[in-house]
């Protein structure tokens, strides 16, 4: 491959996750940027999965359905002449650190709102992490061919709520049973809405030229004064599209439409290949790393376990930052300073797992490995280097856990060390040796009773506990690192990489003891791996 055909394939990418509330209307989303992308096989494993999603906890029935999870984990399409990589954000029950860390993982992210809830909690939380990175947001407006919340009403929501300047691409003519389509204020012309549709491309939808076309008021003459005036409102009140702001994150364009009906999904696709950044650069904890660089670098974002469960093997989900991923290629892995060979990595087209042959920057490929791999990990051509930008994120629940029979106690230590290491949950030791779990879902905590229970043979008793959340610490000098202890004591405890924690019983009482400690810093991340030497 020439160099010019290398910077070619890079730019053609565009890799992003879709952030939503559940019922928001991801997964019909998913759906419909799949018929687009001619994935259309595709569109019936996601809702496959979905129906699948409140399997019971027996062993074998998360198996399949994380089995299930693990083709639909990473779906790459082509469209307009781009490779497409969407990466799913799991959500409902599967809510884990993983639903963050794949937003580590984008160039940038599609918002589904429910235009009759308007912004939702998981959504502000989703948010939060894109902003770490000043990941660009793309928004679609959902299910306007429902009963919802005034568009205007809605725009304001966003911005108030997220803190995201919101510039509408498309205005919605009227909603529910009167709904009429959009206007498209960027061509200048309203799309007519043809409901049930399974595929219509632009080319086939009914378009008319013109906001003061009277054929638009022979059409819809009650609906168009009330249009224009919003139309002008909007356009007085908020500031032109600037591709700049959208690229810093601070500015999201905004489509309406009806992802069932698959009206106006297309807008959103065609914004993606036309404005979201191809593979950007990714800072190291030493210098930034440019996607053109001829070297094969990048790091995991995600691991999953125990596909077999006869076997400790576990796929490690890797973003490619630069270079050619070449099948049966030697890497470095610089958090073990030791060399790996890359045999058989996976992607996950369509339904089936195929043999990956090329990736470059922006791809996703899935490394089988018997836990050498860890989430935050960076493989390279040599170079000894840590991507940043892998965190640890606070955990929302906890659990104590001890063995059933005390003499597994030093096996439990050992598995719940290694799980902790790996990323599958976090791991707390207080003062005494009692052992804290905390995660973001809950779904994390099974899997990892059931990883305990078959790869290290040791049964846990798990009990609730007065923790509602923590915050990594760092202190100014030791002397206030030795006051605070002496404090606070029993409400500190170290990670698996020995960092101290707070373990807050309420919002309440960590704002008073941040007051009380005003040299303290309480930080609500933390990265995985630290410089490598
Ligand atoms: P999620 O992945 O964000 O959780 O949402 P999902 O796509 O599953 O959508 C949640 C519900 O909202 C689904 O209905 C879906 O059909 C519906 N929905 C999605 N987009 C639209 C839209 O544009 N208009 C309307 N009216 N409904 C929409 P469900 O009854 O829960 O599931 P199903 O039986 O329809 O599959």
Redesign the pocket.
Known sequence: MSTQEFLAEINKRRTFAII??????????TEKLLLFGGAIQMAGAV?GR?ANRHATSDWMEVEKQRGISVTSSVMQFEYDDHIINLLDTP??EDFSEDTYRVLTAVDAAVM?IDAAKGVEAQTIKLLEVCRMRNTPIITFI?????EVKDPLELMGEIEDVLKLQCVPITWPIGMGKTFRGVFSLKDDKLVRYQAGQDRLTEEELETISGLNNPELDALYPMEMPYVRDSVELIQGATEPFSLEKFLAGQQSPVFF?????NFGVQDVLDALVAWAPAPQPRATYTREVDPSEKPFSGFVFKIQANMDPRHRDRIAFFRVCSGRYQPGMKVFHTREGRDMKMGNALTFMAQDRVLMTDAVAGDIIGIYNHGQLHIGDTLTEGEKMGFTGIPNFAPEMFRSARPKDPFKAKQLQKGLQELGEEGAIQVFTGEFGNIMLGAVGFLQFEIVAQRLATEYKVDAIYESTDVSTARWLSFPDEQTKKDFEREQGPRMATDVNGNLVYLATSIYNLETTMKHWPTVTFFATREMHQQID
Do not use: F, I, Y
């Open positions: 939503s509330h559940p019922d928001a209307g991801k997964t019909t989303l809702r979905k959500g409902h589904v959902n299910k306007l061919d429902r439409g009806s992802g069932v009906n």
